[in-house]
């Protein structure tokens, strides 16, 4: 055909398809690429150990850490209405100053200072200021690791999110859960090791807690409140033997279906979650019956006896999930909508802290005396921060801020009654001690006892971790 392609004509006149044509051409390099692109997703698919990918898996060093207890603010809550307190931002409200665009898509301009909403105190023997939004946990300032000098990549929601759950603010990566549950496997086969306890999905959906390219297997399990926390759970076989008979029949049928198909990323995974699924008809309905909990433990959480619902049944069911042996465990206050991303009105941020202010605080203490809270890390984290200044100077909410933002940890390791990091008299700029979303990743592997150089994947031709190439580990976040 005149101005076709000669070489594809050629090809069609030749009666070769595309894989024998590679196989001859320039002695047979093409197919040996081929190969290479097929045998890296072979790598990418097998399973983390010879038998089953969510067992046990030694730490590279001795851990500080057994599990995760990670709490996302989705919205962006404010530093400056939390834990960054401000002095000087007192009486400014309406002045004009010269600031950048918080998007970045302007250059300076005139700008108007919003004073926080509420003042701060000081608590503990630390001394740490904590807002007065936040009676209950500012009592637990000497647990308190607070990080004040937290920056990220983006100021979009679902760039932010994306990346302060999987380090990647781009593109789709494993999240940060399912990255421990590769590294560390589970405690407790009856139980997924990563779970997400998620009223609403945050602003990524259910990316945020995805395995990507890692074994499906250590995707996370989200829960929803009330009656049926985990759908489709009871069991339909007329009794255990049977459905366990049935189980052997279909693994012994995927495993001989797997042999020809070893790249299939989602195969071991689907392989694995029937096993889980299996013991969890035993495990999660006793895990999430706090019927035969004490009314001292509700009180604790600010539940009232028969709730099934709240941001205290989640701090709870995460206590009790941790008790279990649940690797890492995410609680999603609130989801995409009615959260923290107050533009017009700071004054939301009253009841949003309200809702979780004491469950969080009854988390600390619970943990604290049962003797886990050692082996526990907490961490309480948002996906940027907010203004300190408006375009109007009659605005009351604040806009959304990459540059600056407050994160927390307590317990498992991190050192408790400190404050990290420093931020300039209005709180728009990072003046010591930066802590990137890579830091606060590298930091959490390590307290878990894994190096996050070390912690990679090997998918599509390169190495993988969740730092990417960057991150350090903060040593004065250590106790």
């Given at each position: 055909?005149?101005?076709?392609?000669?070489?594809?004509?050629?090809?069609?006149?030749?009666?070769?398809?595309?894989r024998q044509f590679l196989n001859r051409a320039a002695g047979g390099f093409g197919a040996i690429a081929l190969s290479g692109l097929i045998a890296d997703r072979a790598r990418a698919a097998a399973p983390t150990t010879a038998t089953d990918p969510l067992l046990p898996r030694p730490s590279h060093f001795a851990p500080k850490a057994e599990r995760v207890i990670f709490i996302f603010a989705t919205g962006g809550a404010?530093?400056?209405?939390?834990?960054?307190?401000?002095?000087?931002?007192?009486?400014?409200?309406?002045?004009?100053?010269?600031?950048?665009?918080?998007?970045?898509?302007?250059?300076?301009?005139?700008?108007?200072?919003?004073?926080?909403?509420?003042?701060?105190?000081?608590?503990?023997?630390?001394?740490?200021?904590?807002?007065?939004?936040?009676?209950?946990?500012?009592?637990?300032?000497?647990?308190?690791?607070?990080?004040?000098?937290?920056?990220?990549?983006?100021?979009?929601?679902?760039?932010?999110?994306?990346?302060?759950?999987?380090?990647?603010?781009?593109?789709?990566?494993?999240?940060?859960?399912?990255?421990?549950?590769?590294?560390?496997?589970?405690?407790?086969?009856?139980?997924?090791?990563?779970?997400?306890?998620?009223?609403?999905?945050?602003?990524?959906?259910?990316?945020?807690?995805?395995?990507?390219?890692?074994?499906?297997?250590?995707?996370?399990?989200?829960?929803?409140?009330?009656?049926?926390?985990?759908?489709?759970?009871?069991?339909?076989?007329?009794?255990?033997?049977?459905?366990?008979?049935?189980?052997?029949?279909?693994?012994?049928?995927?495993?001989?279906?797997?042999?020809?198909?070893?790249?299939?990323?989602?195969?071991?995974?689907?392989?694995?979650?029937?096993?889980?699924?299996?013991?969890?008809?035993?495990?999660?309905?006793?895990?999430?019956?706090?019927?035969?909990?004490?009314?001292?433990?509700?009180?604790?959480?600010?539940?009232?006896?028969?709730?099934?619902?709240?941001?205290?049944?989640?701090?709870?069911?995460?206590?009790?999930?941790?008790?279990?042996?649940?690797?890492?465990?995410?609680?999603?206050?609130?989801?995409?909508?009615?959260?923290?991303?107050?533009?017009?009105?700071?004054?939301?941020?009253?009841?949003?802290?309200?809702?979780?202010?004491?469950?969080?605080?009854?988390?600390?203490n619970d943990l604290k005396r049962r003797g886990m809270l050692d082996t526990t890390l907490i961490v309480w984290t948002t996906e940027f921060g907010r203004t300190p200044f408006n375009t109007t100077p009659q605005n009351q909410g604040r806009d959304h801020f990459p540059k600056v933002f407050s994160s927390w940890m307590a317990g498992g390791g991190a050192k408790g009654g400190t404050v990290y990091g420093e931020t300039?008299?209005?709180?728009?700029?990072?003046?010591?001690?930066?802590?990137?979303?890579?830091?606060?990743?590298?930091?959490?592997?390590?307290?878990?006892?894994?190096?996050?150089?070390?912690?990679?994947?090997?998918?599509?031709?390169?190495?993988?971790?969740?730092?990417?190439?960057?991150?350090?580990?903060?040593?004065?976040?250590?106790?």
């Open positions: 055909m005149a101005g076709g392609n000669p070489h594809h004509d050629w090809l069609l006149r030749s009666g070769l398809s595309r404010s530093h400056l209405e939390s834990f960054d307190h401000k002095p000087y931002m007192y009486g400014k409200n309406g002045m004009s100053i010269s600031a950048p665009d918080p998007y970045g898509l302007a250059p300076p301009t005139t700008m108007y200072l919003k004073q926080p909403n509420w003042g701060f105190k000081r608590y503990g023997v630390c001394g740490t200021e904590v807002s007065d939004i936040f009676p209950h946990i500012a009592k637990c300032a000497d647990d308190l690791c607070v990080i004040r000098s937290m920056h990220t990549d983006s100021p979009g929601h679902d760039k932010a999110t994306m990346g302060m759950h999987t380090g990647s603010f781009n593109f789709a990566r494993p999240s940060i859960g399912s990255w421990v549950s590769y590294g560390l496997g589970t405690e407790n086969q009856n139980l997924p090791s990563f779970v997400v306890l998620a009223p609403a999905p945050p602003y990524t959906g259910a990316q945020a807690w995805g395995s990507d390219f890692l074994p499906a297997c250590h995707q996370g399990t989200q829960v929803l409140p009330g009656k049926t926390p985990i759908p489709d759970i009871d069991r339909r076989a007329a009794s255990d033997d049977l459905q366990r008979m049935e189980l052997d029949l279909l693994a012994k049928s995927n495993r001989k279906h797997q042999q020809s198909r070893a790249a299939d990323l989602a195969l071991e995974g689907q392989i694995r979650s029937f096993e889980t699924a299996f013991g969890m008809q035993r495990a999660a309905p006793e895990a999430f019956d706090i019927s035969n909990e004490s009314d001292d433990t509700l009180n604790l959480y600010g539940l009232k006896r028969g709730t099934g619902t709240g941001f205290g049944w989640q701090c709870l069911i995460a206590r009790r999930l941790a008790e279990r042996g649940v690797r890492f465990i995410e609680l999603l206050d609130v989801g995409s909508s009615n959260n923290w991303d107050s533009h017009g009105n700071m004054g939301d941020h009253e009841h949003l802290a309200k809702n979780v202010d004491q469950p969080m605080a009854g988390l600390i300039d008299e209005i709180g728009s700029t990072v003046t010591d001690k930066g802590v990137h979303v890579h830091d606060l990743h590298a930091t959490i592997l390590h307290l878990l006892g894994l190096d996050h150089e070390k912690l990679t994947y090997r998918f599509s031709g390169r190495d993988y971790r969740l730092t990417d190439v960057a991150g350090k580990v903060v040593q004065g976040l250590l106790a």
